[in-house]
C-alpha cells in the first residue's frame, strides 16, 4: 500500500482543539453508562473512586496519546513506526498504532447501532410513546426495537451517515466546525434538563445521593467498574486521542489541557446524573437498573411527569448529540490512515472506512434478533453464551483498549528519552518529576490491575 505526499492539517486554535477532545470524550459513556454504573455501585463513593482514578490513569495516559500523536504528525501507525525506528525501538511497538485504529473500527461498528437507538428514541418521544407506558411495556417498547432488524438498520444508517459526512469535510471543515457547534449545545441542553430536574420532588435526594460518599455500599467490582469507566471515557486506547494530537501544534500546553479536558468531560458526566436521578427518584424507580435505565426506566418516567414529552425529546437529541461527537472521533483514525496510506481523497477515505464500518454493525444489529442464539465463540466456555455485539464489547473494552493504553504509557514513560518528553509536556521538574513517577509506576498499576479483573 503506497502512500502519497500529504501536508497534514493543524487545529486553528486550542479552544477548537480542546472542543473536539471533550467532544470524544463526552459520549454514551457519560450520559449513559456513568449514570447506571453510579447507580449500581450505590452513588458518591463510586464517583469519588473514579475522579481519583481519572487523575493518575486517564490523566497521564491521555497526555501520552497527545504527545505521541504530536511528535508524529501522522496517523496512529506511521506514528509509532516512525517513532520507535527514531528511538532504535523495537517495530513491534507500531502494534500500539494497529491496536488503536482496530479498536476505534471494531467500537464504531457497534456504537453506532446504540446511536441509531437513540435516534429512534426521539422519534419515540415526539409522538408520544412515552405517555401511559408501564413497567412492561416499557420494556416492551425498547424490546420491540431490537427485535426488529430493519428498523435497527435504518437508525445505524442514519447515524453513520451523521458521522461519514461530518468526518469527509476534514479537520476545520469537519471535525473543528461540529465541535464548536455540537458542544456548546449538549452544555446548554445538559443545563437545561438539569435546571428542569431541580424542580423535582426528588432533586434534594438525588444530589446526596449522587455526591455524598457511602462506602459501605461500594464494592470490589464497583471499585474496579471506577478504574475501567476512568479509562474508557477518555477514549484512551482507541488512536483518537494520538490522531487528534497530530493536528496540535507545538505551542498547546499538553498537560493543561488533558486537565481541561478531564474537568470538563468528568463535570458533563455528574451533570447528567444530576438530570437523571432526579426523575428517577421522583417517580419511585429503581436508580440500579442498569443499561435498561436509558432506554426502559427513563422513558417510562417521562411518560408520567409533567412536560415529560418535551424533556425527553431533549434528554435524547443530547444523547445523540455525545454519540455524534464520540463516532465523529472513532471515525477519524481510521480516515486519518486510509487518506495518508493510500491515493484516496479524504472525502473517498471517510465513506470507505464508514461503509467498513457500516457493515459490520449489521452483524451487531443480527445478533439482538436473529442470530441472539448464536455464540460464535462458545466452544470455549468462557465465552459460552456470548453473541456478535457481546464478543465485540468485550474483546475491545476489556482485551484491546486496555492493552493499548498499558503499552502507550509503557512506551512513553520507559522508552523515551525523559528530555524529549518533558520539552514536550513543558513542565517543571517538580511536575514532571510528579507526572513521570505517576505514568511510569501508578498508571501501569492500574491499567494492570483492570485488566486482570477482566479476565
Known amino acids: 500500500m503506497s502512500s502519497k505526499p500529504h501536508t497534514h492539517a493543524q487545529w486553528s486554535s486550542r479552544l477548537a482543539f480542546t472542543l473536539a477532545a471533550v467532544g470524544s470524550s463526552v459520549g454514551l459513556g457519560n450520559i449513559w453508562k456513568f449514570p447506571y454504573m453510579t447507580g449500581e455501585s450505590g452513588g458518591g463513593a463510586f464517583v469519588l473512586v473514579y475522579l481519583v482514578c481519572i487523575l493518575l490513569i486517564g ?47 471494531l467500537i464504531l461498528s457497534f456504537y453506532s447501532v ?9 422519534a419515540d418521544a415526539a409522538t408520544g410513546s412515552f405517555e401511559s407506558l408501564t413497567a412492561d411495556t416499557a420494556g416492551s417498547l425498547f424490546g420491540g426495537l431490537l427485535s426488529n432488524p430493519a428498523t435497527l438498520l435504518a437508525w445505524h444508517s442514519a447515524f453513520m451517515l451523521m458521522v461519514i ?37 426528588g432533586f434534594g435526594e438525588a444530589a446526596a445521593w449522587l ?23 477518555l477514549s484512551l486506547g482507541m488512536g483518537i486521542m494520538m490522531a487528534y494530537g497530530s493536528y496540535l501544534s507545538d505551542d498547546v500546553n499538553i498537560g493543561r489541557t488533558a486537565l481541561i479536558v478531564v474537568v470538563l468531560d468528568t463535570v458533563i458526566a455528574l451533570l447528567a446524573g444530576l438530570a437523571i436521578f432526579p426523575v428517577v427518584f421522583s417517580n419511585g424507580l429503581d436508580a440500579a437498573a442498569g443499561p435498561g435505565l436509558i432506554f426502559q426506566t427513563l422513558p417510562l418516567a417521562f411518560g408520567q411527569m409533567p412536560g415529560g414529552e418535551v424533556f425527553g425529546v431533549m434528554f435524547f437529541v443530547l444523547l445523540v448529540f455525545a454519540a455524534w461527537t464520540s463516532g465523529i472521533s ?24 464508514g461503509i467498513a464500518t457500516w457493515l459490520l454493525g449489521i452483524a451487531t444489529i443480527l445478533s439482538f434478533n436473529v442470530w441472539s442464539d448464536v455464540s460464535p465463540l462458545g466452544m470455549f466456555g468462557k465465552f459460552e453464551g456470548m453473541t456478535v455485539f ?52 501508578i498508571a501501569p498499576i492500574g491499567v494492570v490491575v483492570v485488566f486482570a479483573s477482566s479476565l
Not at 455526591?211 to 471515557?233: C, E, I, N, R, W
Not at 484516496?344 to 472506512?353: G, P, Q, T
Open 114 to 122: 446504540i446511536g441509531g437507538w437513540a435516534l429512534a428514541f426521539i
Open 211 to 233: 455526591l455524598t460518599p457511602d462506602f459501605s455500599k461500594l464494592d470490589k467490582d464497583g471499585v474496579l467498574a471506577a478504574m475501567g469507566h476512568a479509562f474508557f471515557t
Open 390 to 441: 457481546d464478543l465485540l464489547d468485550y474483546a475491545t473494552s476489556k482485551l484491546m483498549l486496555p492493552l493499548t493504553g498499558l503499552a502507550t504509557i509503557v512506551f512513553v514513560g520507559w522508552f523515551m528519552g525523559r528530555d524529549e518528553v518533558r520539552s514536550q509536556l513543558n513542565m517543571s521538574d517538580s511536575a514532571f518529576s510528579l507526572w513521570s513517577f505517576v505514568a511510569r509506576y
Open 330 to 353: 472513532l471515525l477519524e483514525p481510521i480516515v486519518e490512515w486510509l487518506e495518508e496510506k493510500t491515493p484516496m481523497s479524504r472525502v473517498a477515505s471517510a465513506w470507505v472506512a
Open 165 to 201: 459526512l461530518v468526518v469527509a469535510g476534514g479537520v476545520a471543515g469537519g471535525l473543528e466546525r461540529a465541535a464548536k457547534i455540537l458542544m456548546p449545545l449538549l452544555a446548554v441542553m445538559l443545563i437545561m434538563l438539569v435546571g428542569y430536574a431541580a424542580t423535582t420532588d
Open 59 to 105: 490523566l497521564p495516559i491521555l497526555m501520552s496519546e497527545w504527545l505521541l500523536g504530536r511528535l508524529g504528525q501522522k496517523n496512529p501507525i506511521s506514528t509509532m513506526s516512525n517513532i520507535s525506528a527514531r528511538l532504535k525501538r523495537s517495530p513491534a511497538w507500531v502494534l500500539i498504532g494497529v491496536a488503536g485504529v482496530l479498536g476505534a473500527y
